[in-house]
């Protein structure tokens, strides 16, 4: 079987929806499944490597790269830059590798804008409370940053009329077979089959 | 949770390829998923049940539903007549079941022209040889008959990249899970989640 082309995907969720967790789980079950990782403005949290969770640059080294056009999407997200190399990207896809953009609403309707064909998810929290629950149990931020971070979760959540899927974390591993599901199916379209399968097609026509 | 409409999927294979079966295995396992069962003029074979199978009718009686525009779809195939009826769809959909339709090329064409939400999936055998011998196998046929039978396929078979999907059913159980695969992410698309999850949008947008 020759191997398809990789799909991407675009996943978005109002902070405390357990995205990540939900992207980490899937990579370490699937090798042939990545997480794009952006370029940032923004400092290392304590654990973070550069290359592995962001590229981490200075705002003059961002801004250089969008001016080289770089960037397949970027966005100023308070005061630092969030960006995604197109180049990483397409060399993924081109490995039969499935990319997943972890990027929110603004990104995607950039990215929406340059790829016709790109799935993208939108990941809920069950629940109001749940979130205001998730994000109160990091148990780092003040009261203040995190009403902050509810009203930031509101507006992203507002978005999610403009994604393919939507997916609810309420039960992990169920959310989690979900956005497995989602991906396994894209695998099935023609577009891929039909070159996975190219020598099977020739022998049933010829 | 509220229930959200069915979703329609056209199924189509040549013949020989195992669609009865893999659709048999979907139904048996799920009870929220429904096949079409089509009217047609031919005569029943041993073991066909009128209203299970087919709706047996005679040709002025499918002449008199074309006239009254009861079809969904409806093809000549040799001398006799098949069709959907529109009206026992539209209900299944309606009460949240997702409906299979078992046409061919030629009914999935008539279809998509009248109804935009509809996923399209053909189904392949593993190799022409394979083909053959599972035509073979049933023994009823003559050479000829058989030949018929494989030019036949081919000709369905030559329609595969109209479809959205192609699964390829080489082992039973790998193609029974893809097409479960297609179908339940289908049931996570934006359209139909926004309708399961409205009470859950409306408690974080509020």
């Given at each position: ?5 990789g ?7 109002p902070?405390g ?5 939900l992207i980490?789980a899937l ?11 952006s ?10 490597e ?7 640059v ?11 056009d770089?960037?397949f999407e970027?966005?100023?997200?308070f ?6 190399s197109k ?8 490995a039969?590798?499935?990319?997943f ?5 603004q ?9 016709a ?24 931020d003040s009261a203040?940053?995190i009403?902050?971070?509810m009203a930031?979760?509101?507006s ?6 403009e994604?393919?899927?939507v ?6 591993a ?6 497995e ?8 379209s023609?577009q ?5 399968h190219q020598?099977?097609l ?5």
């Amino acid at each position: 079987m020759a191997h398809s082309r990789g799909n991407l995907f675009i996943l978005s969720a109002p902070s405390g929806a357990g995205k990540s967790s939900l992207i980490n789980a899937l990579l370490t079950k699937y090798n042939d499944m990545k997480v794009s990782v952006s370029h940032t403005t923004r400092s290392p949290r304590p654990g973070e490597e550069n290359g592995v969770h962001y590229h981490f640059v200075t705002v003059d080294e961002f801004k250089a790269l969008i001016a080289k056009d770089d960037f397949f999407e970027w966005a100023q997200v308070f005061d630092n830059y969030y960006g995604t190399s197109k180049q990483a990207i397409e060399e993924q896809l081109a490995a039969g590798i499935d990319v997943f953009l972890d990027i929110d609403w603004q990104g995607a309707q950039q990215v929406r804008k340059l790829v016709a064909d790109v799935e993208t998810i939108f990941i809920l929290p069950p629940s109001k409370a749940e979130l205001e629950s998730r994000l109160n149990s990091r148990g780092q931020d003040s009261a203040e940053v995190i009403a902050g971070r509810m009203a930031q979760a509101q507006s992203e959540t507002s978005h999610y009329n403009e994604y393919d899927y939507v997916v609810v974390n309420d039960d992990f591993a169920t959310a989690l077979k979900e956005i497995e599901t989602i991906v396994l199916a894209k695998r099935l379209s023609l577009q891929s089959q039909a070159i996975r399968h190219q020598d099977l097609l020739v022998d049933l026509l010829r």
